[in-house]
Every structure is written in C-alpha cells, then in structure tokens.
Nanobody, 115 residues
Framework: QVQLVESGGGLVQPGGSLRLSCAAS????????MGWYRQAPGKLRELVAH???????NYADSVKGRFTISRDNAKNTMYLQMNSLKPEDTAVYYC?????????WGQGTQVTVSS
C-alpha cells in the first residue's frame, strides 16, 4: 500500500508563507487525482484544494488566490504553496487521493498561524 507523508508545516505569523510537501512511497501521483485537506481543532476535515491527472486545479473559496497546489509525478511529490496565511488557516494538513481513500490518511503536518 502506498504511504503518504506530509511535511513542511510549522509556526508562522499572519501574512507569512509555507510550502507543504506530500511524498508518496509509490507512483500514486501518476494514476490518481490528488488533494490537500485540513482539519482544525473541533472541526471536520475539509478539502483545501485538488489537482487532477490532467493538471486542472480547484480550491476552497477560503483559500482561493492564496494557496497553490502542484504535483511532480516524476518525484512522486505534491506541494501546497500557502501565502498570505491567516489564523483561520491553522490546522493539521493532510494529502490524499481526491476523492480521499479512507485507508490512505497519513499523520499530517501541523500549520499554526499566530502572532
């Protein structure tokens, strides 16, 4: 089973930027649409952005214009560039297929936006 490992999270001030990475143990990116998801404390996990096999992207309204999803199939890696971060972006961020596969959730990476 392909494993997904998220990294790149951290503590950042409002208005700052972070770049998250999602590394796969196999060639999952060549076969599936992929997405970034997040779960804030006390809230349900939500879709942040997804990218199709053809490279089309779609974003949650809350992050449009600030986040950019991309994928490098050759490196089995997906990215989420997050700019102009807000406190409400604080969450654990996960990558998974789109739609998500229940058994493929990783540990996620914590993003905290605070002054």
């Amino acid at each position: 089973q392909v494993q997904l490992v998220e990294s790149g999270g951290g503590l950042v001030q409002p208005g700052g930027s972070l770049r998250l990475s999602c590394a796969a143990s196999g060639s999952i990116f060549s076969f599936y649409n992929m997405g970034w998801y997040r779960q804030a404390p006390g809230k349900l996990r939500e879709l942040v952005a997804h990218v199709t096999l053809g490279g089309s992207t779609n974003y949650a309204d809350s992050v449009k214009g600030r986040f950019t999803i991309s994928r490098d199939n050759a490196k089995n890696t997906m990215y989420l560039q997050m700019n102009s971060l807000k406190p409400e972006d604080t969450a654990v961020y996960y990558c998974n297929r789109y739609p998500p596969r229940a058994g493929s959730w990783g540990q996620g990476t914590q993003v905290t936006v605070s002054s």
